[in-house]
């Protein structure tokens, strides 16, 4: 049997050529030694490895794969494979049963483990599996893996550090979602392999072999036709064999149309019901075909090559495109058919609901209601998309005089649309139902369920909605009612910036969720007003904990509005960074594990902001990436405008201004758009730190201040979610506006007094040493310095970095200059490292005044790294040889040049050639 490189054996066409043997794989040197390679790390027992194979259906990938899973097999690994094929996608958790299905674990795989469990069982599992021997996760083609497998695996994979588990996979490239690979390395460490169609003469090798009676010119043509594709080449070539020639059209498809139709009936009947179902055990699928002879009606296809069975008698096609062939070839209303006999027969609940919807026609009530409850349950396992998908079928199938159940299902439809990404669907659906609705309780279910999506005129449609619901003494208006207030008192609180009426709105939901005991209601209610009150700098002690411990409930139910990440972030602000880091990052994993595409982007605003606080501005930069294209596939302008702070913030604080500028200009126009007023000072937050880069101290402190207008009207008490105050007090330093800042600190002293937060408090302190240090009090020092120790032990890098700045200064005044050139080098390699600029310029010009030099006179380790820059040393060479950091050297270099005058290397090198200096020599 052939064996080449692009049939993709065992699923692809083989043909029997007698009397030769032929090579094994053909024109893939590069390729075979990068698999070996991979299967050579997993011997090793090294950290586990992602390895991706990508290209065109047929192109080779699986043969490959096959290859790279033996080698890990004679490598001692445990390899865990599945081999989903199209349909697969709508089979839920089939991939994880495919894995595990041979192992006892497979018994604890329950099909309605909630998505967070199943996630944490798979993590557990390969950690145990990994305890004994490496383990490879083997899967062709991702693509077609179910939702629930992909998160699942996902979860776990990102979650291994250094267990030696691996993925080998591959990708075809011609479907949409070639790049949504679930593997540790979204974030980078995806080794991907792309495989290009092969060269001519490895083509021709591949087809005389296969067809050694074929003639030069009709191998030429099929070379031709199949443009480097080897699957292609070969179904031609044994289109050629039999007789028939090319296709019209050179389509390999056509040439497989035309063989799976010349099947048997019964045959061809078992070869349909395998392309829906996608790979079955034979007995549930002749049992679904009625066949009165399972060997007569199997062993056609096998001896055509078109189906493989398995050792444990699962039967699957020889190559993926034998069953977009056998798809492509169906009637509607023959698949309708096979659908209705899949249904019929097969025990799984879930995916018996997935062919009754795409069995039945016109409405059924019954049919309705069972595929709604499949529809939800898959939604609790982190399927969104597939529910989306029943849920319409639901709806569609509902009687019309039943219209709770399909305002009911259509609503479910909607939040799993979004939960999905796909925000322009969920709105035409909701809009569509406001659109049909009388005035009442329905279209208020509705508008509680549009809101989360769409601030725009949110708050008049939820007034309007308050209004509809009757207060009758009913529970379930009640609950409505309650749930209506809690949304409004969460957008006027926390989003609109009138915080004083989303509070009392969060309130009056927290005591009606009291009233009835309504899980959900509290910790939505209790978490709002829980912020609000934090904004108002009243901290309501445990009322954002109760809120939490119900969170997993609110997950499930509400696209907003989770508590833990309400947590988070006023752990942020406080000063907690760790604690909000755990819990931030938590929430993200939720929200991946859960399938909620909906809420990527502001998951990742929230870990960019995390990142930022601690200074990792190149996390910060990587967070934001990933999250506007989220934001950007979700087609979600709202967290593209949110985005925009925290990206803001990260350009203005790396000194590239225009981009700062046009981050403030989105939140400006979000602002005006929906009336987020707190956008407004965040924008002059930004363009206040653009200022303070370029050393525009004056601009930098008026529009600080402008921003600090916005946030004072806003009733804003709490200096951390916006942190305008602490830097307008900086700024304010620098400029020398001794009065401005005693003023400034006072308001800071006053917002903080009731917070008991650390961050604050610390805060206060930096502010306090900055007046003295105005004031030229000895003092000074000993604040800043205690300062700058809380914010450095509390984990806020930049903001200890900044007021170390400040201790430096007053260390300066006070002749502690060996402690200002331990510390200042210290500060500089953070503002360096982490690409800050402006504050860099102010810790050099303060160790200047350490070193005694004046204007134009260079250290002497400053003229060491001049000339060793003339000798056409790199920064990293210089650091090697001087053995310093680069970033102390890229500090040096910065000084030297504003004492010499000089823009770059090129002119320090032809300064140093004419003064005739060379390393070693003294300076300049």
């Known amino acids: 049997m052939v064996d080449l490189l692009g049939t993709a054996q065992p699923r692809g066409p083989s043909l029997h050529v007698s009397g030769r043997r032929l090579p094994r794989i053909v024109g893939r040197d590069a390729e075979l030694r990068r698999v070996e390679s991979f299967a050579d790390d997993v011997r090793l027992a090294a950290r586990g490895r992602s390895l991706v194979l990508v290209g065109e259906a047929g192109i080779g990938k699986t043969t490959l794969w096959e290859h790279g899973v033996e080698c890990c097999r004679a490598a001692q690994a445990l390899v865990l494979v599945a081999r989903p094929s199209e349909e697969d996608r709508d089979n839920p958790a089939q991939g994880l049963h495919d894995l595990f299905d041979r192992l006892p674990a497979s018994t604890e795989l329950a099909a309605d483990l909630p998505a967070v469990e199943r996630s944490r069982w798979l993590l557990d599992q390969l950690r145990a599996l990994a305890a004994e021997a490496p383990v490879v996760v083997a899967v062709d083609d991702l693509p077609w893996l179910d939702d629930i497998t992909r998160h699942t695996l996902r ?33 980078g460490g995806v080794e991907r392999l792309d495989l290009p169609g092969l060269e001519r003469l490895s083509l021709r090798r591949i087809v005389s072999a296969a067809v050694p009676t074929l003639s030069l010119p009709a191998v030429s043509q099929v070379g031709e036709l199949a443009h480097g594709n080897p699957f292609f080449a070969l179904e031609l070539a044994r289109a050629h064999q039999l007789g028939t020639g090319c296709p019209p059209d050179g389509s390999p498809l056509a040439a497989l149309g035309h063989r799976v139709a010349e099947l048997p009936a019964d045959t061809l009947r078992l070869v349909r019901l395998l392309a829906l179902a996608g790979p079955s055990p034979l007995r549930g699928l002749a049992s679904a075909a009625g066949l009165r002879s399972v060997d007569d009606a199997v062993r056609p296809a096998l001896d055509a090559e078109v189906v493989v069975l398995e050792h444990d008698f699962g039967l699957r096609f020889t190559h993926p495109l034998i069953s977009t062939a056998v798809l492509a070839g169906m009637h509607a209303l023959d698949r309708r058919g096979l659908h209705a006999a899949l249904a019929r027969t097969l025990e799984d609940p879930d995916a018996r609901a997935v062919h009754l919807a795409r069995a039945v026609d016109g409405t059924d009530a019954a049919a309705a209601d069972e595929i709604e409850s499949a529809a939800l349950r898959l939604a609790r396992r982190g399927a969104p998309r597939l529910a989306a998908d029943l849920l319409g079928d639901s709806a569609r199938l509902t009687p019309p005089d039943d219209e709770d159940a399909s305002v009911r299902r259509t609503l479910a439809r909607m939040m799993q649309c979004a939960t999905a990404g796909d925000l322009p669907t969920a709105l035409r659906l909701a809009d569509g139902l406001l659109e049909r609705l009388e005035p009442g309780p329905l279209r208020a279910s509705v508008v509680t369920g549009r809101v989360v999506l769409d601030f725009t005129d949110a708050e008049a449609v939820l007034r309007t909605a308050l209004e509809e619901v009757p207060e009758d003494g009913s529970v379930a208006h009640a609950s409505l009612r309650g749930r209506v207030l809690g949304l409004l008192g969460w957008l006027l609180g926390i989003h609109l910036g009138r915080l004083d009426e989303g509070l009392a709105c969060a309130q009056a939901a927290l005591e009606t969720g009291r009233s009835l005991d309504d899980a959900v209601l509290i910790a939505q209610a209790a978490s709002a007003v829980s912020t609000t009150s934090l904004l108002l700098g009243r901290r309501t002690d445990g009322l954002i904990e109760e809120a939490v411990a119900v969170g997993s409930e609110v997950v499930q139910s509400q696209l907003a509005l989770w508590p833990r990440v309400l947590q988070g972030r006023q752990q942020l602000w406080d000063g907690h960074l760790a604690w909000a880091r755990t819990n931030l990052e938590s929430m993200h994993r939720s929200a991946r594990s859960n399938g909620a595409e909906f809420q990527r982007s502001y998951r990742l605003y929230d870990l960019a902001q995390v990142a930022l606080a601690a200074g990792e501005l190149d996390v910060a930069a990587h967070h934001l990436e990933d999250g506007s294209e989220a934001a950007r596939d979700c087609a979600d302008d709202r967290a593209l405008a949110w985005l925009a702070y925290p990206a803001g913030l990260l350009a203005g604080l790396r000194g590239n201004t225009d981009a700062a500028h046009a981050h403030a200009d989105r939140l400006d126009a979000w602002a005006a758009r929906v009336g987020e007023r707190p956008r407004l000072a965040m924008a002059g937050h930004v363009r206040g730190v653009a200022a303070a880069a370029r050393r525009d101290w004056p601009a930098a402190l008026d529009t600080l201040q402008g921003a600090l207008g916005v946030l004072d009207t806003l009733g804003y008490a709490h200096p951390g979610p916006v942190p305008v105050l602490p830097q307008a007090i900086q700024v304010a330093s620098l400029a020398g506006a001794t009065d401005l800042v005693e003023q400034l600190t006072h308001r800071l002293r006053d917002q ?58 007053a260390a300066l005044r006070t002749g502690r200059r060996q402690w200002a050139r331990e510390h200042g080098e210290r500060y500089l390699a953070t503002f360096l490292d982490a690409g800050v600029r402006g504050w860099d310029a102010v810790v050099v010009e303060l160790l200047d005044r350490v070193r005694g030099t004046t204007d134009d006179e260079l250290t002497p380790t400053e003229s060491e790294i001049a000339a060793l820059v003339a000798d056409g040393l790199r920064n990293r060479e210089i650091a090697a040889r001087l053995f310093v950091s680069e970033s102390t050297v890229e500090a040096h270099l910065t000084r030297t040049y504003r004492k010499l005058g000089l823009r770059n290397r090129a002119e320090l090198s032809r300064r140093v050639a004419r003064s005739g200096v060379s390393s070693g020599v003294s300076p300049l």
């Open 752 to 809: 903080c007094a009731a917070l008991a937060s650390p961050w604050a408090d610390a805060q206060v302190l930096a502010a306090t040493g900055q007046l003295l240090l105005l004031r030229d009090q000895p003092e000074a020092f000993d604040a800043l310095q205690r300062a700058q120790d809380r914010l450095a032990g509390l984990g806020y890098g930049l903001d200890a970095a900044r007021t170390g700045s400040f201790a430096l200064a």
């Open 155 to 187: 979860f776990a994979l990102r979650r291994l550090g250094d267990e030696p588990v691996s993925l080998l996979a591959t990708a075809r490239t011609w479907s949409p979602e070639e790049l949504a690979i679930p593997a540790p390395g979204l974030d």
